[in-house]
């Protein structure tokens, strides 16, 4: 979905390294979520943000951190990068109020050395 | 954990025959949403089926909701190649803030 932009779209990094992962959204949305997918296992939740001041962990927020800089902005960090946070990340929005639709934005697969 | 658990995890079919992927979860539910992940892609949502609905069309798409067994299924009648994706459940259940908890997926592949 064009309307929800991840950056960098790949990226390889060493082990110990320090990462940052950006999600944009022009949807409008008050929430979003930072979510890794790896082969088998589904989709897993990080973090999430309801509202620019709101963070909360998720079902595997350890070894990560996030920033909700402004609405439509939400940045996962990995302050030292592991091998087995190799895996594909996903950023996605919903509207504030319901349970409702999420908005996935394209992925970054991250590789860590 | 996962809520969701997808049954088959992996189905192949000709073009013009349906396809029905199950998913069961463990909790009480608000809404169970289906989702489809081309390769390596972002997931695109395709309905929504509420805990009072049993049934639900759009489309080539039927989705069926048995809360009492916790189970969904996911039809696609006449499949097209380019069905050929990954389809994921997510629930968010009763008092869990808008958070859905996705299944493991089946992975449909949908031959000529």
């Known amino acids: 979905d064009a309307d929800v932009t991840q950056t960098p779209r790949n990226r390889i990094t060493k082990t110990g390294k320090r990462i940052m992962l950006e999600c944009s959204q022009t949807k409008g949305h008050d929430r979003m979520y930072w979510y890794r997918q790896d082969p088998g296992l589904g989709l897993r939740l990080i973090y999430y943000s309801f509202d620019v001041k709101d963070i909360n962990k998720g079902e595997i927020s350890d070894g990560y951190s996030v920033s909700r800089q402004a609405q439509a902005k939400f940045s996962l960090s990995l302050e030292s990068a592991i091998p087995n946070q190799t895996a594909l990340y996903f950023c996605?929005?919903?509207?504030?109020?319901?349970?409702?639709?999420?908005?996935f934005g394209p992925g970054t697969r991250l590789l860590v050395l | 954990s996962q809520q969701g658990e997808e049954d088959p995890q992996a189905l192949s079919i000709q073009e013009g025959e349906n396809a029905t992927m199950n998913c069961s979860y463990k909790t009480s539910i608000n809404n169970l949403q289906w989702y489809r992940q081309n390769s390596g892609r972002g997931l695109v949502h395709l309905i929504l089926i509420r805990s009072n609905e049993r049934e639900k069309h759009s489309g080539r798409l039927r989705v069926t909701l048995d809360t009492s067994k916790k189970s969904s299924s996911l039809l696609i009648t006449a499949s097209r190649a380019a069905d050929t994706a990954s389809y994921f459940c997510?629930?968010?259940?009763?008092?869990?803030?808008?958070?859905?908890?996705f299944g493991t997926g089946t992975r449909l592949q949908v031959t000529l």
């Open positions: 996605a929005t919903s509207l504030a109020g319901g349970k409702e639709t999420q908005y």
């Open positions: 997510a629930t968010d259940g009763t008092g869990t803030a808008s958070k859905l908890t």
